[in-house]
């Protein structure tokens, strides 16, 4: 399996159960730091499971996770949610303002920080007063992606976040992910979609049955798929 030179995220001998029901695993798998990194695979292949790995809002049954080197076990949950940010697939809204919503995650933000925190996801700061719940779902998505950035993280995690969105507030989360790209914050991006794939992928990780059956750059397995993935893209459907 095609390696990055230098891994962001490990993954040593990695399985999820559920009871008696194998999630995912065994996984051996090193993700770069420089991406996107595009997690994709049928529905029910573990590509969120996977994902929430990753900054420790679920943990392995077995096996290690690493970040950095470091096991994301040994580190504190809050302090490595804060280094890996995560943006779920239905915008998690918070009761008050949109600024009651960035505070959450910084109460020390100034309004002037606000404003800049909301014109970065390309939303009017005007809408600071605003009462997030009037929010539109695509506004909403932002202003949560907002609410990530404001603790200044390595990573942000995007959960199929684009799913439940019309194709121009779709287009707009693609197009920050590539901003955060540009600003040195690596994006790990669960899809479903193989066109989004296409448009956003840097490096690909594939699943099926919980299980990594190709990774590597983008160009390299679009290219050169092995038997799974290239039913997977065939079928152009989850």
């Known amino acids: 399996m095609n390696e ?14 559920r009871g008696d029901k194998r999630i995912l695993g065994p996984i051996d798998l090193a993700m770069p730091a420089t991406g996107p990194v595009v997690i994709a695979g049928p529905s029910g292949s573990g590509k969120s499971s996977l994902l929430r790995l990753l900054n420790r809002l679920d943990v392995p049954t ?48 100034s309004p002037e920080k606000v404003a800049e925190m909301l014109g970065q996801v390309g939303l009017d700061p005007g809408v600071a007063r605003q009462q997030a ?16 950035l404001a603790t200044e993280p390595d990573v942000v995690l995007f959960d199929e976040s684009t799913s439940s969105l019309d194709p121009a507030n779709a287009a707009r989360i693609e197009g920050l992910a590539a901003t955060l790209e540009q600003r040195g914050i690596t994006v790990i991006w669960v899809t479903h979609d193989l066109d989004q794939l296409r448009r956003v992928a840097r490096w ?15 160009a390299e397995v679009l290219a050169q798929p092995v038997a799974a993935v290239a039913d997977f893209l065939a079928a152009g459907t989850p």
């Not at 719940?133 to 990530?148: F, H, I, P, T, V």
């Open 62 to 109: 077995q096996g290690t996770v690493r970040y950095h080197g470091e096991a994301v076990a040994t580190v504190d949950p809050t302090e490595h949610r804060r280094r890996v940010a995560m943006v779920f697939q239905r915008p998690v809204v918070l009761p008050g303002t949109v600024t009651d919503n960035l505070l959450e995650a910084d109460p020390a933000l």
């Open 204 to 218: 690909v990780v594939f699943l099926a049955d919980g299980l990594v059956v190709q990774a590597g750059p983008a």
């Open 4 to 17: 990055p030179a230098r891994a962001l995220f490990q993954l040593d001998a990695v399985e999820v159960t």
């Open 133 to 148: 719940r009037d929010l539109s779902g695509g506004e909403a998505q932002r202003m949560c992606l907002a609410r990530s």
